[in-house]
């Protein structure tokens, strides 16, 4: 039971590089959402979705892109890095039935950092 | 805006003592709560949850939480940590229905030394 898998584990980028954050779940969930933790700032949402072709921003959106073509995948893009996206990455999802409890299950997070 | 807050930073604590750390939401319509952990290395897991009833609720690993109301808070203590409680703590905060996104607070970052 893999639940949610997240690629690359580790990332180093240069300012203006792009790159795609995977992120796979095998437990047919409907809510998939990114997250970025930084020291002293908690886990902030950057965008989220709640099914295959809806996708929504979250609280820090800018410079992320998403898509939701599948249930399963749920890819993050940065398509011009800057440093300021330095982060540990999370992706977690939850299944319907966790609508109006807000319980979710993470991914191993992804460490990036741009030079 | 809706915000958590976790005063502990930081807590170094030896094995076998007691452990008691804060969360205070700013909310003040329903409310579900959340206590995940984030053991080195790993991804963050589910200690425990909050959504209505006895507002005390034990979790995983001997954990416990209370919910008080009339103070916004929902603190996470242990009678006795061992070495292997070493972690960060995140409180987490899911406002009223509908939106599933969970606000967190900063963490706390656990050193228990054996």
């Known amino acids: 039971n893999a639940g949610v898998t997240q690629t690359p584990k580790f990332q180093v980028l240069k300012t203006g590089q792009s790159m795609t954050l995977q992120c796979a779940q095998d437990m047919n969930h409907e809510y998939m959402s990114w997250y970025r933790q930084d020291p002293g700032m908690g886990l902030r949402l950057i965008h989220y979705?709640?099914?295959?072709?809806?996708?929504d921003q979250g609280e820090v959106p800018n410079g992320y892109n998403v898509s939701r073509s599948t249930t399963e995948d749920f890819p993050l893009r940065l398509l011009s890095a800057a440093p300021s996206q330095t982060s540990v990455y999370f992706c977690?999802?939850?299944?319907?039935?966790?609508?109006?409890?807000?319980?979710?299950?993470f991914g191993e997070g992804s460490r990036l950092t741009v030079l | 805006a809706q915000s958590v807050s976790q005063h502990n930073h930081h807590v170094i604590l030896s094995e076998a003592a007691s452990l008691e750390l804060g969360c205070n939401y700013s909310y003040g319509g329903t409310v579900n709560l959340f206590w995940y952990v984030q053991y080195p290395g790993q991804h963050l897991q589910l200690l425990l949850k909050y959504f209505s009833g006895d507002p005390l609720v034990k979790g995983i690993k001997g954990f416990e939480a209370e919910f008080i109301k009339s103070k916004f808070s929902f603190n996470l203590r242990k009678p006795s940590v061992q070495w292997s409680d070493t972690a960060e703590y995140f409180c987490?905060?899911?406002?009223?229905?509908?939106?599933?996104?969970?606000?967190f607070g900063s963490g706390t970052r656990l050193q228990v030394q054996p």
């Open positions: 987490a905060v899911k406002i009223g229905t509908g939106r599933r996104a969970l606000t």
């Open positions: 977690a999802s939850s299944p319907r039935q966790a609508a109006n409890t807000g319980e979710l299950f």
């Open positions: 979705s709640v099914g295959a072709g809806i996708t």
